[in-house]
């Protein structure tokens, strides 16, 4: 089982940026396809963003050109860029790795 521990969340107004931070425990993380989703008041979990082992992505199309996912696999950590933030992406942002871990979500806000 992988440990995730989010970061970088918070308040932002309209047009702003954020960068979320999610480390890793263990020894494989590089063998590993990871994702970025999230989750609003009264809405199902969503995918935003995904990153596999090779470094090839997808994005939400709510998300693209605005939204970037990278990981820095010598730190265990894959990050998510988020750009031009509108109150729409409120949310609770969750990493996971592979099929079933998940981090416990880091609080996006959104507004003026």
């Known amino acids: 089982q992988v440990q995730l521990v989010e970061s970088g969340g918070g308040l932002v107004q309209p047009g702003g940026s954020l960068r979320l931070s999610c480390v890793a425990s263990?020894?494989?993380?590089?063998?590993?396809?990871m994702g970025w989703h999230r989750q609003a008041p009264g809405k199902q979990r969503e995918l935003v963003a995904g990153?596999?082992?090779?470094?090839?992505?997808n994005y939400a199309d709510s998300v693209k050109g605005r939204f970037t996912i990278s990981r820095d696999n010598a730190k265990n950590t894959v990050y998510l860029q988020m750009n031009s933030l509108k109150p729409e992406d409120t949310a609770v942002y969750y990493c996971?790795?592979?099929?079933?871990?998940w981090g416990q979500g880091t609080q996006v806000t959104v507004s003026s």
């Open positions: 996971k790795a592979g099929l079933r871990d």
């Open positions: 263990g020894t494989f993380f590089k063998l590993y396809a």
């Open positions: 990153i596999t082992s090779d470094g090839t992505t």
